[in-house]
């Protein structure tokens, strides 16, 4: 720790005791399971701490991934009549020239296998990647004023099946989840305010106030038994700068999401946040960096259909012990461990790649900072209660968070992870697939289109994206990892940046029948200078509201391409390809309008020195770069997090 920073807020003497430090929590203390309250999101049952609980009379399981799973097989019915009203309204104002695009959709009514089933994915990049990935959600909402007009493309939200995120994008998507489905314009004016930094705290607590009360809620869970590490201030950090409830949302669940009647009811795209999967012992994960598990998280569950580890958990009980796939008949279930800020805290966590906790950045913001021998005495207390609760995790890989590891003896014939009795998860963009596209691109899930919003570039700080997320992506898909994911192939970074395929929106996968197996048309929507620079350095933590402003309008930007100024067909080929799909299914000729669309948008599959095909899966696990360590370095210059600079 930095000693300066102590003797600067004038602490030299003993540990006084602190009025802020509650009583602690027993450990596995036993209370009832809540009942379900409606509308409710706060349903943790002991605030941070989770809680052990008498499991249901149907006891939680693993399930085998060979399936989605129930819960979403039957959201998906309601979901998609939304859908399907929600895309008459899109092409309401989304016209093709020469097609009645309405007329198609009401035409296949109610034939949800043969209508565009769409996505959107927001990629990592700290806090610019929030606001970024935050623009193209304003555009693509039917909610946002202006957003329905003549070459705009509001309504694209709500025609979504699915929305994932990952690190920074998953700060922009807890926002809206967690605060009720609401707008990225109403989050603008009435919660996101980074003029301090946000590892500071919100502007209505003081930085000791607001660190000795968070250090106390972390400190409640690992009385109650549990790991603790960086991602749980992390995460706490982010429940009060992101959603709009007391204590910063300290029992708020993500699972709570399933039980809100809005969601039940199919009123939004399904939240997907992703997370990487890392290990004590890094080679068991195999020789690639891309071998390493990539989870998802929805509303119900926590899981993986990568083909080792192949299951998913009850999300209410994630950090209840499984063994061999069951909760043993002599023990209890635990609930709470899905705290919301501790699930997008796990996936903008690459604090391990800094060589520094989170605290140093607080201790250095702390420096200069006024004080009186009270927060001094706090600030102590939140060191060593810091200190302490990231002692029981590994400090060589310090930083990642730990979880009970729900896939204990499950399937040990493949899984790399069936012998550890806990899990290292960190973000979601280590590995440099800093889009969250896995969860997309799962065939189960018939994705058609995948709007893939890229906010962050992959060589350092203020470059913009380079293509070498989706190159990552891609290149996971031919490692036999995963056998039930299908990715179009795109080019190499250099061609990327040759052919300016980084600079303008550009759709990968245009002609199915190409592909050897189904795979989405993905729309890459890379960040480029429209309205405003916004290549910010992940570092960057605060914005004055005019940036934060500029910033998203450079998303909206982005994705409208000036509200059509730049191409007035632009919202045309949006909508061609949306349809691109559905047409190749119901025999439907092209309209001409779309194939000069894809004429200007689609890659032409030349490769500036190279043509990249999916034609075998053998060259991926020869092309490992280098140890870990470089590989994972480079993954910190583009992913999601944001760390604090200080002087
Ligand atoms: C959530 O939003 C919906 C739709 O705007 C609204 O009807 C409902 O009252 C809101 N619920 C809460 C708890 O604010
Ligand atoms: C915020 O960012 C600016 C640079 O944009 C920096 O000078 C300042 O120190 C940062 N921190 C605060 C608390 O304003
Ligand atoms: C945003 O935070 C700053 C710094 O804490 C504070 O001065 C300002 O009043 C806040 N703005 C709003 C609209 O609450
Ligand atoms: C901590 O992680 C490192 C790197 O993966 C590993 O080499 C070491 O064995 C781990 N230590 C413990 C105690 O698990
Ligand atoms: C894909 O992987 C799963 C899980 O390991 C396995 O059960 C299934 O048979 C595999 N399918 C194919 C086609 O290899
Ligand atoms: C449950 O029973 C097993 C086998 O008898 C034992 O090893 C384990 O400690 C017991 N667990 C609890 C929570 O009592
Ligand atoms: C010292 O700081 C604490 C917390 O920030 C505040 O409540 C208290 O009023 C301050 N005391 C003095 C003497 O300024
Ligand atoms: C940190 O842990 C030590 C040893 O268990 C304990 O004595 C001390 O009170 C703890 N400090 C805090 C602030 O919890
Ligand atoms: C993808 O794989 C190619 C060839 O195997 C390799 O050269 C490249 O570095 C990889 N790119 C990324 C971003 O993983
Ligand atoms: C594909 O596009 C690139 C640059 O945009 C161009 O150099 C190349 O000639 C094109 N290839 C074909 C076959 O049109
Ligand atoms: C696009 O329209 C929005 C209002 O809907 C406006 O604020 C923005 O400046 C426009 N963009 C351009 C590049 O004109
Ligand atoms: C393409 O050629 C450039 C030099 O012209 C080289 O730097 C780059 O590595 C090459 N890319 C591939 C994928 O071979």
Redesign the pocket.
């Known amino acids: 720790m930095k000693t300066t920073a102590l003797l600067a807020l004038g602490f030299l003497g003993t540990v006084p005791s602190v009025d802020a430090i509650p009583a602690s929590v027993s450990g596995k203390q036993v209370s009832r399971a809540l009942d379900i309250r409606p509308r409710a999101l706060p349903n943790a049952p002991n605030g941070y701490a989770p809680a052990h609980v008498t499991c249901p009379s149907s006891r939680p399981t693993i399930r085998s991934a060979s399936t989605l799973s129930s819960e979403e097989t039957t959201w998906l019915k309601s979901r998609r009549q939304k859908t399907e009203t929600a895309l008459k309204d899109f092409f309401g104002h989304v016209e093709i020239d020469d097609f009645d695009a309405v007329s198609y959709i009401k035409k296949h009514s109610g034939n949800y296998s043969a209508l565009p089933n769409i996505a959107i994915g927001i990629s990592g990049g700290g806090l610019v990647a929030c606001l970024n990935g935050g623009g193209t959600i304003k555009a693509f909402d039917e909610r946002t ?2 957003s329905t007009a003549k070459g705009q493309l509001g309504g694209l939200l709500q025609s979504s099946t699915y929305f994932s995120a990952l690190s920074g994008g998953s700060w922009a998507l807890g926002s809206i989840y967690i605060n009720n489905f609401t707008t990225v314009s109403n989050l603008q004016e009435n919660l996101w305010n980074f003029t301090n930094e946000i590892v500071l705290g919100p502007s209505t607590m003081s930085p000791v106030d607001f660190w000795a009360t968070i250090s106390d809620q972390v400190k409640s869970k690992r009385e109650a038994g549990f790991s603790t590490g960086d991602p749980d201030f992390w995460g706490r950090i982010q429940g009060y700068q992101f959603f709009n409830a007391s204590d910063g949302g300290v029992d708020y669940t993500w699972s709570s999401i399933a039980e809100t009647q809005a969601f039940q009811d199919g009123d939004m795209p399904l939240p997907l946040v992703v997370m990487t999967g890392n290990h004590r012992n890094t080679s068991t994960l195999g020789t690639s960096p891309k071998q390493y598990p990539i989870y998802e998280t929805t509303p119900w569950e926590w899981g993986t259909y990568d083909d080792n580890i192949y299951g998913f958990t009850p999300l209410e009980y994630l950090g209840t012990q499984f063994i061999d796939g069951v909760v043993p008949s002599n023990d209890t279930c635990v609930r709470g461990f899905d705290n919301a800020g501790f699930i997008t805290g796990t996936s903008s966590d690459i604090w391990n790649e800094y060589g520094q906790d989170l605290v140093y950045y607080f201790e250095a913001g702390m420096e200069g900072l006024s004080s009186n021998s009270t927060d001094a005495e706090l600030f102590k207390y939140i060191i060593e209660e810091f200190l302490n609760a990231t002692s029981s995790t590994n400090s060589t890989i310090n930083g990642p968070a730990y979880y009970p590891n729900p896939f204990y003896k499950y399937n040990t014939a493949t899984s790399p992870v069936a012998d550890e009795v806990d899990l290292v998860v960190q973000d979601g963009g280590e590995t440099s697939e800093n889009i969250p596209l896995y969860p997309l691109i799962q065939r189960k899930r018939n994705v058609d289109v995948i709007f893939a919003v890229d906010s962050l570039g992959g060589d350092s700080d203020y470059d913009w994206p380079t293509g070498s997320a989706l190159v990552a992506t891609y290149n996971r898909t031919l490692l036999n990892v995963a056998n039930d994911t299908s990715f179009p192939p795109v080019p190499d970074v250099d061609t990327f940046l040759k052919n300016g395929l980084n600079t303008r929106p550009t759709f990968f996968g245009c002609n199915a029948s190409s592909l050897s197996t189904p795979a989405p048309l993905i729309v890459y929507l890379p960040n480029h200078d ?2 405003f620079a916004s290549n910010y350095s992940i570092h960057t933590e605060n914005f004055t509201d005019a940036e934060r402003d500029a910033v998203i ?1 450079n998303g ?2 982005v994705a ?1 391409q ?2 059509g ?1 730049l191409d007035d067909e632009w919202s045309t080929c949006v909508g061609c390809a949306v349809l691109s799909r559905s047409l190749d299914r119901t025999g439907t000729t092209v309209p001409e309008a779309c194939t000069k669309c894809f004429q200007r948008y689609c890659w032409n599959g030349t490769a500036s020195n190279q043509t990249t095909t999916k034609s075998s899966s053998t060259s991926g696990s020869s092309s490992v770069q280098g140890s870990l360590g470089a590989a994972l370095w480079s993954a910190v210059l583009m992913m999601g997090m944001a760390v604090l600079v200080t002087a």
């Open positions: 004023e202006g429209i309205s309008m909206y930007n409208t000036a509200n100024t």
